[in-house]
């Protein structure tokens, strides 16, 4: 019972996403005393949605392994090629298979909006029933946590991310450089880059919006535009809301041409999107490399003086830190930003 009692605590006492993934895994197998225990999610875009391992332990491991951050979507296996999983979200029931004498036991993993993964414990025996009632309990308990999490780290509006996790999401990110150079050839074929940009996105004339037509339109123009920006980044992107009209992108891609093609794709779709309401919106984005070493107000003080000189140049466009410093448009400075972090 206290091993139970030390598990949940340490569950619930988490803020860390990758953390309580691997919390949740240590916890089955402590438990179950399985082979393998893993937690998988489903990622991606609708139709295209990929399994990525979040903590997978076997029985003498001393540390879960995951897919990386960086990890290359393509190289993931497709969810229809995983049928019992899918089969277990989908339905939300525990399957169970057995193949060469391995029991193989999916519980589906819940969030408010439904199933969002499994977690596969494989055995040679199955699981009882009061181990399965102690599984589910546990699954609960992660659920509410997760729920909490959301609760304090999204904005209520769009359910973006807000500005009070950024600073540490930051942090993370810009580590991926480092933990780059360590990789091995084999891992090197599968990352998808080792660079993220940060991007600061700021609507034209929102202001203007709201004079017009309302705050209620301009509630209904930021909701709309959080979900052009899940539609138009990856899964691996992280996106927030900073406030008023302001959003951030922290975007992971190879260099700087792809992070330029990639935020004016998602510029281009926000101008030809038919707001209902407020007939055509346009962005003005500005955008920067994350360095090794960087801090989260020196990144953004250069996007947001790139997005400065995008919003006072005509607007609608995108502008990127590294080349108006090239043509010498804009010089180095200290100046520090409107946008205070926290």
Known sequence: MSEI???LASLTGLRDRDT???SLAHAMRDFLAPQRVAVYRLVGDQGEERWLTRAALLADSPAATADPAW?????LPRAVERPTWLECLTTGKIIETRVDGIITTLFPVMSD???VGVIEIQNTRGIGTKSRRLVFGVLRIY??????LDYSERDTLTGLLNRKIFDDSFYKVSSLPLLDAKLDEGERRHASGSRYWLGVVDIDHFKTVNDRFGHLIGDEVLLLLSRIMRGAFRFSDQLYRFGGEEFVVLLLCNDEGDAAAAFERFRH?????PFPQAGKITVSVGFTAIEVGDTPAAAFERADRAVYHAKH????QVSNHAELMRKGIIEDGTRVSDVELF
């Open 5 to 7: 009692i030390d598990h």
């Open 20 to 22: 309580l993934d691997v």
């Open 71 to 75: 990890v290359d979507l393509d190289s």
């Open 113 to 115: 909006t439904g199933a």
């Open 143 to 148: 659920r509410n946590v997760q729920t909490l």
């Open 269 to 273: 779709v926000v101008g030809e999107y």
């Open 313 to 316: 140049n005509g607007r609608d």
